[in-house]
């Protein structure tokens, strides 16, 4: 069945890289997602992939994903403690049915140390 | 300014009622999602609909209830049977333009019972 996996925490230091990873199983999957959401609040788009990259950079944000593997991830560059948050990575599993359900991992926790 | 709105943010319900979540957007898109996360965990697709008058179930859609008569509206409603009702209730919204299914994410209401 679709099933994403995330680990639970990652402790870093400010200013050090943060890498988060993830694994999915669909590999019919045409988009994977990045999400941030801070405490109380909604789920903030960080990043996506498309299915047919290996890699995305963004600012800060690099998201490598290994279709072979089923692994996505997601490197913080320079972490701050402004991205103490709790990471979501999420496989859009439809392919060709095309239903727009999103499969989310359970998050991981970042805690950014000063 | 355009997005997803969620009202209230706090809601309490007490034995036997129904509630009912609002979820409003004004960004045109065609989809809307409803989500159930629960602390620690994921988030749970509750029911979602790609047009209006049209709505699907989702993986937990037992004791909730929902209606999609106007494409910027997408009410969600716990009624009685719904044993469990209290975690953090998330809407989203998706353009569902050229099979790309992103999802934008309103700001939540945490439902407690009384």
């Known amino acids: 069945g679709e099933d994403v996996e995330q680990s639970l925490f990652l402790s870093v230091r400010e200013g050090d890289s943060s890498v988060i990873n993830c694994t999915y199983t669909?590999?019919?999957?045409?988009?994977l997602y990045w999400y941030k959401q801070e405490p109380g609040a909604g789920l903030q788009l960080l990043t996506y992939?498309?299915?047919?990259?290996d890699m995305k950079q963004d600012q800060r944000l690099t998201v490598l994903l290994n279709k072979k593997d089923k692994h996505l991830s997601l490197r913080i560059a320079d972490t701050q403690t402004g991205d103490s948050a709790i990471y979501f990575c999420?496989?859009?599993?439809?392919?060709?049915?095309?239903?727009?359900?999103?499969?989310f991992g359970q998050g991981t926790t970042l805690q950014v140390k000063p | 300014d355009g997005g997803i709105t969620q009202s209230p943010k706090y809601l309490f319900r007490k034995e036997g009622q129904n509630v009912t979540l609002s979820c409003e957007q004004n960004?045109?898109?065609?989809?809307m999602y409803w989500y159930r996360q629960d602390p620690g965990q994921g988030l749970r697709l509750i029911y979602y609909?790609?047009?209006?008058?049209?709505?699907q179930k989702g993986d937990i859609a037992e004791g909730y209830s929902v209606s999609r008569e106007k494409k910027e509206s997408f009410p969600l409603t716990v009624t009685s049977a719904q044993k469990n009702p209290t975690a953090f209730y998330l809407c989203?919204?998706?353009?569902?333009?050229?099979?790309?299914?992103?999802?934008?994410f309103g700001p939540g209401t945490r439902l407690l019972v009384l």
């Open positions: 989203a919204s998706s353009p569902r333009t050229r099979g790309q299914e992103t999802q934008y």
């Open positions: 669909d590999s019919s999957s045409t988009y």
């Open positions: 992939i498309f299915s047919n990259m």
């Open positions: 999420a496989e859009s599993p439809d392919g060709s049915s095309n239903t727009g359900k999103l499969i």
């Open positions: 960004l045109n898109h065609d989809a």
């Open positions: 609909s790609q047009i209006v008058n049209d709505f």
